[in-house]
């Protein structure tokens, strides 16, 4: 399984292109995602219920929404996964926190927060409900 994403390049880089190298960036993501598409892989949202997100087949969980109406939800643990997968986690709501609680499922050695939906956390799938971390990125927001 072949992951990537493509994003805006950040701070003084995106002052360099214009809008028609951002729609040449917006439409290699499309293209990309297609892929994904066609080769089993896709994009998915999940909500956290009960410190839980379940990941099925080949998903990549992106986009995270939390249960309830706090401001803060514990992420503790991701069920399932088949060893190479990967998941990239990023917070749906800019007001709802996501903490990924460093445990036996989510291998990190420290609790990471999204804060904010440009924060990423990057994990693969080492046996079904084992993650660990490929790149944890917080935004600073």
């Given amino acids: 399984m072949v992951t990537a994403e493509i994003t805006k390049l950040p701070g003084p880089m995106n002052r360099n292109l214009d809008k028609v190298s951002l729609l040449k960036i ?6 990309y995602n297609t892929l994904n598409d066609e080769y089993g892989t896709t994009e998915t949202s999940a909500t956290i219920s009960g410190g839980i997100i379940t990941v099925t087949g080949t998903q990549q969980i992106r986009f995270v929404t939390v249960d309830g109406t706090g401001a803060s939800t514990d992420l503790d643990s991701i069920s399932g ?6 998941v990239i986690l990023q917070s749906a709501d800019n007001a709802r926190d996501i903490v990924c609680k460093d445990g036996a499922s989510l291998r990190m050695g420290i609790d990471f ?5 440009k924060d990423k956390a990057t994990f693969v799938c080492i046996s079904s ?13």
């Fill in 129 to 141: 409900g084992v993650f660990d971390p490929l790149s944890l990125r917080s935004s600073g927001g």
């Fill in 26 to 31: 917006e439409e290699i993501r499309k293209r």
């Fill in 113 to 117: 927060t999204l804060n904010n939906v």
């Fill in 81 to 86: 996964g088949n060893a190479g997968e990967i």
